[in-house]
């Protein structure tokens, strides 16, 4: 069944990088996102906080445990001109880093730590996952993206993702 989110969605997702270096990443089976590399991300539920939100889709779609250590951005947009669609996007780290992948296989096709250049040269992350990397994220100085275009498929009139720079 189906949940009905209105017109105005809250969505929170992971940055989740290890002591190498390397990004926790996850391909989805379904919507714009299907077959590319992606954070760990949904939707924010009642009763919760948007950073509990991160954790907890992290826990959901990879088994990972981890912690979040700050915000890297804030994406932001309107699909077919009636619903806005958000996302908070938070820096994590893994608490065990031994802790294996355990993938939400109704959800996901696969998870696993890639590099920063995995990323940009391996041609299957997706458009914000490719801009995030390629600003290696962490500096701390807000800075809005525009004309970005993720997707055809999501028929976004306004798209602008806030990364810290």
Partial sequence: MK??????????GAVVVNSDGKWLVVKKRYSGLKGVWSIPAGFVQLGETADEAALRE???????????????????????????????IFACKPINEEQPICIQERELIDAKWLSVEELLTGGEASIMLQNMASDTLIQHQLSKNEGINPGDWFQYTSYRVFFNK
Avoid: Q
């Fill in 58 to 88: 992290v826990k959901e779609e990879t088994g990972i445990d981890c912690i979040v250590t700050g915000m890297v951005g804030f994406r932001t947009g309107v699909i077919r001109g009636e619903v806005s669609d958000n996302m908070a």
């Fill in 3 to 12: 949940k009905e989110r209105g017109k105005v969605w809250l969505g929170a």
